[in-house]
Structures are given as structure tokens and as C-alpha cells.
């Protein structure tokens, strides 16, 4: 693979590069070669039996990170699974930038849902295919090849650079807020720049504006001791299937509104500018649609599907079990079920208050649904409070000035619906985010087939680079 | 294990045993260490890659039949999976008893919830826990010591014998019948005895005058193209896990009436003397619950436990997946849901005819609650017709002799709620049934932690020679 690319010195044109001399040469052949390697770990953090393979995925990226010219690298240890660091510190008096990634992967799913297999990476038209090419490991080496070129270039980088490139960010990043207390040079950074969001669309940059936070909750239906009989026992006995699916279809109301009281009862509308500015610059249904391959729309009534999937909260089975289907498919009345739902947060939504909001419908639903003895429990997971993310900062204007030189195009200011825990501790921190990506709507993340192109490979280096140049000129 | 057994000969006071001449003497320890073997084979005929352990399984069982005394044996090909037959004719003038069972097991369902595995049988409090030891290779060792007993004490047996042991039971027997279509002493014989029901509880046997068909249905729910990101378009686009519950959750009114419109058409309503039948002799509603484990009771209301699960259909969800739940949980909008029903048939049902009405119910009921491209197709498994059995025919005198001489008291006739798929063949073919189990209601057949007492055991052996030298007295 590979070969046949020139260093991107040689494709100023392509992307309409205004200052070629902030490029440093770096070769897509070896690029492409490293983010096989490291996708190529199956750095699962939500799969105990996988714990050493993001211990391995961790050591290749502090190696990568040692490579770069980067100091003081270090696979530190947290309650979980350890996150790299690495930093350059030698510009005094110039801004402090934390680059922020996570190296964990979702888990691949249904094999044979893989045209190739998820950990065996493979380039099809241009891009990259297998877990974790576009999520996240592709946009963090795009970031570590622009400080190596800096370093090989001037031998210095124009500002103070802190990596720190999480393990347990597709879990919820438990222990990153523990380890950021630890880390006085991250905790105190001026600015950072996080790419784990899409770009708008080919060819035009984003800078995301707000992200939904998320509640995880597992429901477990327990109607008997055990599997029973369906012959013997049919249409006598509860069944956990058909208690769990009552529980779920009484989830939303016909409006697809979700059903459960109060739960949007700190739900900010949209005023009528934020929904213009929505209409003219964020994705149109139409867009969505074609981004998801999907045929048609869902949800509440009322609000465009990227209101719905930004400004609106939304619940959605991520997974569904009772018995077994397929060919192991038991004749039998399972007696228990697991639903597994994801509770997508707005601003303004407490994820305590959320819960308790679901504990308390469920409570009531199961009463109303199921027979006596039939219980019904709910754990939550991690939760990842929503965050609105400013461009009045000037590092907002920085990004936008870099990601304009390297795509010809300003970048679209817009939410997205997805959740990043790091994303949400630094706001916390106080920290000012530039959130710029560099994957596209449908590179399939969290999905069968996930890729990441080898344009984006690119432009990510080209992106990353300057903006790092343009933070120093902030001063 | 089993050292300790005594030849039922010195066991006579424990069964009331009226004519102990007539038991051959067998020794209950090699009979365990026979069963332990024969469960240790995992003949799963649901799943493909068990296809050579069911062939392992008939090869051991026709070695079996051999070593009894049984003329030719044979493993015989079918379609599917192999019928294991063996015979003993040489009774000229007195009549042919067909001994049906099957050495097909269920799968055995989650590891985790087997006190120990599945396949490799255990003794534990008098009974041998393992898949298949009650359903149903228990009970076919039982009749074939029973038969070798009496071909070691007098050179014969009291009648001639044909055993047909299918490997197919378990999904419905499909080559069932091609098979006694060629095998003209099967077909054409004077009784078949089938030991693949319960009795009505420990120490008080049944003889069992009705079975419920069934019809199996995979409902596939296709959302969209792939899995979605649950953050970037939650609550715009359709789950397929929310469309799946949805429709199972119409399956069922709120006073637990199948819903789907014509279900209940040709279902005949128990009349006065049925019920008080069914009251006086057939299990309460606590003793159906205590079998069941269970502490609610769920279903059509205006029956009782008994009747909903012998004389009114049901429909039972045997599986529920999408996504993946657990460990192996993803943050996605699962792009496919599965649902496995299974539909319990009473007599005057159509098995074509109720499939016909499931999917006119679920082409409304996927219009009503999936938006448009949401596409959902049911495939039908085998099924199985229901069947009522009559006990005016003499063989049902001789089993209620025996099964009375053995437990000491009379069986009792109840109707069962299960299926099986050969009763139904048989019964087409025109060949008197007597359904003389040896199971108890609560040994966990196609659940985890299935078992056989060594009592059934015992007891099996001794009704099933009995049954034949009562046959005998018919002439």
C-alpha cells in the first residue's frame, strides 16, 4: 500500500495552501503504514478479555510519541486503562496547547457484518478500512506527525504542546478528570484542540460548537428462575422477552417524543435564530439521512433532524437480548432479558436528576406491565455531561484560520450529537476547546466498516500543523 | 457413581410392584453410566456445527440397540439427520408395538446458568443433571433395557417391536414422515408407545390425551443500511430494536389475548364437563407456578394455568437480539432487530393458516409503528399439526394396567401443552398413541440444569416391560 504517494509538499495545489513553507515534508506511505500498525490493536476498553491489548496499543503509541521528538513521554497508569502522554515544552512565554485523543476503540461488532475484518486494516478506495481508523486513531496520528514535522523542520514547535491520549474515552473516560488533577501542564493548558468530531462534509472543515452528553442504563427483566418450557408453560407464565419489549415501547409516545414525565423539563427550545442559523449551515434531513444510509426519519415531531440530533434529547436501544436467535434459538420462554439504552443529553440536563427520572417511569411502567414477581433493574453506567463550546475565543479563530488555509473554505460552525467525556472534564477545567475534525459524516464510527480516508490523513497533518502556528501567533 | 444401586428385583415394596416376575433384573449402576455416556454426546440437530455429534449420537445408540438384542439396527440417512431404528418380529400373530423417542437434544442456552455443564452429566441429589437426560434419552434407555431385560430372561419378547429414534424432534421432525413412508413395519404398527411427556408429579404417572402444535416464525427487522452512531443520529433515524419491541409488544391485548386479528377463530372454547375435568384431575394454577418456578402467572384471563397451556394457543417469544448487550455493548442504533416466536397450536388450528394471519397482522402492524423503509420479514420454521388422543383403544387399557402396577396407582389423563412433532406424524399415519412419560413437570426440560431422576429411571424401565407383556394380553 502506499507507494504511489508523493510528500505533500508536492500537492500544495490540491489543497489550495497558502504558506507551503509552514508544511513540513512527511511521507503518506509511512503514515499510512503507522495507523495500520495501530489500528491493527484491538484496544477495546469496554471488553475485559482486551485490557491487554490496550496495554499494548498504549506502549506502540508512547513508542510513536518517543519517535516524534516529544519529552517526557509516559504510559501512566489510572484505575483503568493507562492514558499516553508526551509533551514539548521549550516556548516559554508562548501558549500551552493540550492535544486530546483517545487510543481505545468501540467494539467491532457482528464479524460478519466486516466486508474485511476490523483489526486487519485495509485500504479500499482511498481509504483506510478497520476499527478505530477515523475513531480516533487516525486524527491522533495526524497530530503527532504535524509536531514531528515542526520538530524535524525548525527542531522546535512554535508553541508549548502537552499530548494526552486517553484509554477509556469510548467508556465514558472515568478516570481521566483523576488523572488531569495529577497533570499541572494539562490542567493548566491555554488551549485544546480535540478531533474526534466530523468535518461538515467532504472538503469543508467544521469547528462543533456543542456536544450531547450521555447516560448510560441497563435494564435487566428477571419474570422467572428459570428458562422454561415454551410448550408447557406458554401463554401461562410471563415471559422477560415480551416484558422488556412492552418496557421499551412505552419508552416513546407516538410523537416519538420520549415518554418518560419530566424529562424535558430543562430542555432549552431553540430559539427561532438558532434554528435559522441551524437551517442555513448545519446538515439538511436530507443530508442526514444519506449520512446514516438510511431510507427514513424518526423521532419528535417538530424539529428538523439536526435539531433532533443536537439540540433534542434523545434514548436509543443499543442493544437488546432475551434468550437466543439463530440457529441456537431455544424453544423455551427465557426468563430473563437485558435492554441496554443510551440517554443522549442537552444542556441544562442533569444526568442524576435524568436518572432518577428514568428509575422512577420505570418503576411505575413495570407495575403497570408486568405481572407480580417479575422484577425489573436498572444500573447506569458512567454519565458525560452535555457541553456548549464558545467561539469567542481566540483559539477559535486560529482554527478556523488554519482549517481555511488547508480546505480553501471557512469552517461551518455546528453542534453534533455525539458525546466526548474528555470534551466535557476539560470544559469543566475551564480549559478553552477547539474541537476540529477531520473524519467524515459517514466514515462509520461505532459502525461495521469504519474507515478513515487517506485525504483526511492528510489534511488532518496539514491542519494540526498550522494551527499549532497560528496559536503562536495568538501572542 | 451408582455403586451403591441394588437390582431393582430387591426394590419391589418401594414401587407397590404387584408381579415382580415380571421385571427382569437389571443393574441401575451401568444403566446410569449408560445415560451419563449418552448425554455426554451433545446431539444439539439445531445446530449445523453439532451435525457430527448427532451422527456420534445415533452411532452410540445403535450400538446400544445392538447390545440389547435388537435385529436390524441401523443408522438410516434421511435428509437431515440420521433415524436410528433396531426390531425384534419373531412374534408372529401378536401385535406391533412401535417404540418412539428421540436422541436429538435442545441447545443448551447460556453456559453460566448450568450448575455444571451442560454435557457432562452429573448425579446430584438422585437425579443426573445434563441436557437430554429427560428429554429425551432417559426415557428411550429405558425402553431399550426394558427390552433387553426381557430378551435375557426369556429369549423373546412379548410382542413384536420396532424402535424408531429420531434425531430430528427438536426442530420439528421435518423427515419424520419420508422416513415411516418407507419403512413398512413401522408404519403399519398396531401401537406406538412415546415416552416424551411429563408425568403429572412424582410418584403419580399420566397417560396424555392431547398436545398442542407449532409453528415456529423469525421476524428480521431491518432499520437502515448499517449501524448508526447513537450520538451523532439518535433520535433522528429508526432502531431496529425500538420497531422489533414495538411489534412484539402489540402481540399481546391488555387481558393477554393473542391480538392479531383471527387468531383465535377456530379455537374451541372448553365446554362445562371439560373444565371440571380439567379441575378435578389435571394441575392447579399453584401447582403449573410451582413447576414453573414462578410467582406470577401471565395470560389469557378467564382460564386457568392448565387450560391456557392444553386447550388455548399461545404465543411465546423464544428470543429477542439486537445489538449487543453487556460487555460487548456499543454506542450504536442497532440496524437489525431478530425476534424467534413460537406459536402454540390447539386443536382445528391451521398451522398455514395461522402463518397466513401472522403476516397480514405484521404487515399492518409494521406500516402502523415502522416508518417507511423499515422493512420486516418473517420466515416460518417447521411446524407441527396439534393432536387430541383417544383412550378408548385398548393399548391405552394396557398402559394404565401397567403404569398402575408400577406407581401404584392409576395414571391420570391430562392434556400436555407441548409438542411433539412425531405424535402429530404417528397420528396421521392412524396409529394408536399412548403418550406413558416418565419425566417429572419440574426436571427443567429445555432449560438450564436439566434432569433425570434415577427413580424415573428406575420406574421407566420396569412400566415400559410391563407395558409390552400387557400389550401381549390384548390378543
Known amino acids: ?44 476498553s469496554a471488553d475485559p478479555e482486551h485490557a491487554g491489548d490496550v496495554q499494548a496499543c498504549a506502549r506502540w503509541l508512547a513508542g510513536r510519541l518517543r519517535r516524534a521528538g516529544l519529552h517526557r ?19 516559554p512565554g508562548l501558549p500551552t496547547v493540550l492535544v486530546y485523543g483517545h487510543y481505545d476503540v468501540q467494539p467491532p461488532g457482528p464479524a460478519g457484518r466486516w466486508t474485511t475484518p476490523p483489526f486487519s486494516p485495509v485500504l479500499r478506495a482511498g481509504s483506510l478500512h478497520g476499527r478505530g481508523t477515523a475513531d480516533n486513531k487516525g486524527p491522533i496520528l495526524a497530530h503527532v506527525t504535524a509536531i514531528q514535522q515542526h520538530l524535524r523542520a525548525t527542531g522546535r514547535l512554535p508553541v508549548n504542546v502537552v499530548c494526552v491520549f486517553d484509554g477509556e474515552e469510548e467508556i465514558g473516560g472515568p478516570h481521566l478528570a ?67 419489549c412492552a418496557l421499551v415501547a412505552g419508552l416513546h409516545d407516538l410523537a416519538g417524543r420520549v415518554a418518560i414525565p419530566g424529562f424535558y423539563n430543562r430542555v432549552h427550545a431553540p430559539s427561532p435564530a438558532e434554528r435559522a442559523d441551524a437551517a442555513a449551515a448545519a446538515p439538511t434531513d436530507a443530508d442526514i439521512l444519506r449520512s446514516a444510509a438510511a431510507s427514513s426519519a424518526w423521532g419528535e415531531r417538530g424539529f428538523s433532524l439536526y435539531e433532533r440530533t443536537t439540540m433534542r434529547p434523545a434514548i436509543v436501544v443499543n442493544g437488546a437480548g432475551a434468550g437466543s436467535v439463530g440457529s441456537a434459538a431455544r424453544a423455551v420462554i427465557p426468563a430473563e432479558a437485558v435492554i441496554e439504552l443510551n440517554v443522549r443529553l442537552v444542556p441544562r440536563q442533569q444526568p442524576d436528576e435524568v436518572a432518577e427520572l428514568i428509575r422512577a417511569w420505570l418503576a411505575e411502567a413495570t407495575h403497570d406491565l408486568a405481572p407480580g414477581g417479575v422484577t425489573v433493574t436498572v444500573t447506569f453506567g458512567a454519565h458525560v455531561k452535555p457541553v ?48 476540529m475534525g477531520f473524519s467524515l459524516p459517514d ?33
Chains 1, 2 share one sequence.
Open 1 to 44: 500500500m502506499g507507494t504511489g504517494y508523493a510528500p505533500v509538499v508536492a500537492d500544495q495545489a490540491d489543497h489550495g495552501l497558502a504558506r507551503p513553507s509552514e508544511y513540513p515534508q512527511f511521507r503518506m506511505p509511512a503514515l499510512v503504514a503507522e495507523l495500520t500498525q495501530f489500528a491493527s490493536i484491538p484496544s477495546i
Open 73 to 91: 513521554v509516559g504510559v501512566i497508569p489510572t484505575r483503568g486503562h493507562p492514558v499516553v502522554t508526551g509533551e514539548w515544552r521549550h516556548a
Open 178 to 244: 483523576a488523572f488531569l488533577a495529577g497533570h499541572e501542564a494539562a490542567r493548566t493548558a491555554d488551549v485544546a484542540v480535540v478531533s474526534d468530531t466530523p468535518m461538515r462534509r467532504t472538503g469543508v472543515p467544521a469547528l462543533v460548537t456543542g456536544l450531547r452528553g450521555v447516560l448510560t442504563a441497563r435494564l435487566r427483566v428477571r419474570a422467572a428462575g428459570r428458562d422454561l418450557h415454551a410448550g408447557h408453560f406458554g401463554g401461562a407464565v410471563p415471559g422477560a422477552a415480551e416484558i422488556a
Open 388 to 435: 456548549v463550546i464558545s467561539v469567542d475565543h481566540p483559539a477559535a479563530g486560529a482554527a478556523a484560520r488554519a482549517l481555511s488555509t488547508v480546505y480553501g473554505t471557512p469552517p461551518v460552525l455546528m453542534r453534533s450529537g455525539g458525546t466526548i467525556s474528555a470534551v466535557s472534564t476539560l470544559n469543566e477545567l475551564g480549559i478553552p476547546l477547539v474541537l
Open 443 to 475: 466514515d462509520r464510527i461505532h459502525a461495521p466498516n469504519e474507515r478513515f480516508s487517506l485525504a483526511s490523513l492528510r489534511s488532518g497533518v496539514a491542519a494540526s500543523s498550522l494551527f499549532l502556528s497560528e496559536i503562536a501567533r495568538l501572542r
